[in-house]
C-alpha cells in the first residue's frame, strides 16, 4: 500500500517507480501477445525468420544463405535455444524479448541511482518510443542494450578491478554479438583507459593497470571479429548493400531526433549560453536542414531518415512548408547545443566514457547507408545517461508524463493501426 500511494507524490521511491513499471510493463506486454500478427515489418521479414534458422541449424545458421537479419546473431541464438523446450513462435519470441528488456530498465535504474538521479527519471528510459515498442515485439535492438548497460554497471565500479574489467569486455562482446554498432563503445572505453594513463602515468603500476586492463576488455571481442572475418564485413553477406560511407542527410535526421528529445535540457540552460554560439548553431542547423535535409519515407535506403519524430515533422510540412522547415532547423541546432553542453560540462570518468561513446556512436551512425530513429537506441540511451542527472526536478515532471504519452501512443498507433 505505502508503494501504491507513492505513486501519486511528485518524487515516488524506487519501489513505487518499480511497481508502476512492472504492471504498465505487464499489461502493454499481454496487449502484444494478443496482437502478434501487429508487427509485419522486420520482424516477420527478417528477425523471427533467423530464430527458425538457428533452431534447424544450429550455429551453422551463422554463415549460411539463408541468414535472414542485417545484424549480429546473439539474439537469434538465445530465443533458438529456449525454443527447443518451449517450441518456436512469435508469442514466445516477444516475450523472451519482454524479459529482456524489462532487465534493461532495471540495469537502466541501477546506473542512474548510482548517479544519485530520483528513480522516477528512469521512467523516461522506459517509455522512449523505441525501447517501449521494441520491448513488445521480437526486435533485436533491445537485446545488445541490455548487455551494454550490465557492462556500464561493471564500468562504473569505482577503483581497479580486473574482474570487473574481464566482465565489462564479455558484456561488451554480447553487446556486439547483438548488434554491430555496440564496438563503438568498446572503442571509447579503451580511449578513456588510455586517457586515464596519461593523466596517471607517473604511478606506480599504472602501465600495467592499463596494459592488463586493456586486454581483458579487448581479449573477448575476437568472437565477433571472428564472424566479420568470415562474413567478410560487419554484416553477413546477404545484406552487404549496408556500405560505410559518410551521408550528411543521416547527421541531419539524427540531429532532429536528439533536438526533439533533449530540448527541455537544453532549454534549462539555455541564457548560459553563448549569443553567438546560439547563432552559430542555428546557421549550422539550416544548412543541414535544407543542403541535407533527408527524404521520409517508410523503407529504409540512402539519404532517407525514417521515424516517428521526423514522421510527425514532415506531417506538419506537408501541411505548412516554412513550419516544417523551421521546426527541423530549431531541432538541428538544438542537437548540436547539446553536444556542446555535453562537451564542456565537468566530467567523471564514468561520464567521459559515456560522451565518447556518444561521439563515436554518432559517427559510425553517418557512415551507414541505411539508418532510422529505430537504429538510434544506443546512441539516445547514452544520452539519456548523461542528461537525466543534470535534468532539473521541475522539469522533469512535465518530461516524464509527455514522454510516457509519447511512448503509449506510438505502441498505440503500431500495435493497432499502422500493420492491423
Known amino acids: 500500500m505505502t508503494a501504491a500511494r507513492d505513486l501519486i507524490k511528485y518524487n515516488p ?13 505487464a499489461g502493454f506486454l499481454i496487449i502484444s501477445l494478443f496482437k502478434s500478427g501487429a508487427y509485419a515489418m522486420d520482424e516477420t521479414l527478417f528477425h523471427y525468420p533467423n530464430v527458425l534458422n538457428y533452431y534447424t541449424n ?17 539474439p537469434y541464438i538465445i530465443v533458438a535455444w529456449i525454443s527447443k523446450v518451449f517450441g518456436p513462435g512469435i ?74 574489467d574481464l566482465g565489462a569486455g564479455i558484456s ?42 586493456s586486454f581483458l576488455l579487448g581479449l573477448p571481442a575476437l ?19 549496408h556500405k560505410l560511407s559518410f551521408f550528411a542527410t543521416a547527421l541531419t535526421g539524427m540531429l532532429i531526433v536528439i533536438g526533439f528529445y533533449f530540448w527541455p535540457f537544453v532549454l534549462q540552460s539555455v541564457k548560459k549560453l553563448p549569443l553567438w554560439l546560439v547563432g552559430a548553431a542555428l546557421a549550422a542547423g539550416a544548412v543541414l536542414s535544407i543542403v541535407f535535409k533527408p527524404a521520409y519515407n517508410d523503407f529504409n535506403g540512402p539519404g532517407i531518415f525514417n521515424g516517428i519524430v521526423y514522421h510527425l515533422i514532415n506531417i506538419v510540412a506537408r501541411k505548412m512548408v516554412w513550419a516544417g522547415s523551421a521546426i527541423m532547423i530549431l531541432f538541428s541546432a538544438i542537437g548540436l547545443l547539446l553536444f556542446y553542453k555535453l562537451a564542456v560540462m565537468k566530467k567523471t570518468d564514468f561520464n567521459r566514457m559515456l560522451f565518447t561513446a556518444c561521439l563515436f556512436l554518432t559517427a559510425a551512425y553517418t557512415m551507414n547507408a541505411i539508418i532510422g530513429e529505430r537504429h ?23 518530461y516524464l508524463p509527455c514522454m510516457v504519452i509519447f511512448g503509449a ?12
Open 409 to 420: 501512443g506510438y505502441y498505440i498507433y503500431w500495435i493497432f493501426l499502422k500493420y492491423n
Open 91 to 164: 508469442v514466445l519470441a516477444r516475450i523472451v524479448t519482454a524479459v529482456f528488456s524489462f532487465l534493461t530498465f532495471l540495469a537502466g535504474l541501477k546506473i542512474l541511482t548510482r548517479l544519485q538521479v530520483p528513480p522516477f527519471y528512469s521512467l523516461i528510459l522506459l517509455f522512449y518510443p523505441y525501447f517501449f515498442l521494441n520491448s513488445f515485439v521480437f526486435y533485436a535492438i533491445n537485446f545488445g542494450l541490455f548487455f551494454c548497460l550490465v557492462a556500464l554497471l561493471l564500468l562504473q565500479h569505482p577503483g581497479k578491478n580486473y574482474r570487473f
Open 13 to 25: 521511491g524506487k519501489p513505487a517507480v518499480v511497481l508502476f513499471a512492472t504492471v504498465s510493463f
Open 376 to 398: 538510434l537506441l544506443p546512441l539516445l540511451f547514452l544520452l539519456f545517461l548523461l542528461v537525466l542527472p543534470q535534468l532539473r526536478m521541475n522539469i522533469a515532471k512535465l
Open 172 to 213: 561488451i562482446t554480447l553487446a556486439v554479438l547483438c548488434q554491430q554498432f555496440y564496438l563503438m563503445l568498446l572503442a571509447a572505453v579503451l580511449l578513456v583507459r588510455l586517457w586515464q594513463y596519461f593523466q596517471e602515468r607517473d604511478n606506480p603500476g599504472a602501465l600495467q593497470y592499463f596494459l592488463i586492463s
Open 58 to 74: 544450429g550455429f551453422a545458421a551463422t554463415f549460411n544463405k539463408s541468414y535472414s537479419a542485417a545484424n549480429t546473431p546473439l
Open 223 to 241: 568472437i565477433p571479429l571472428a564472424i566479420f572475418y568470415r562474413w567478410g564485413g560487419l554484416v553477413h553477406p546477404n545484406f552487404n548493400v
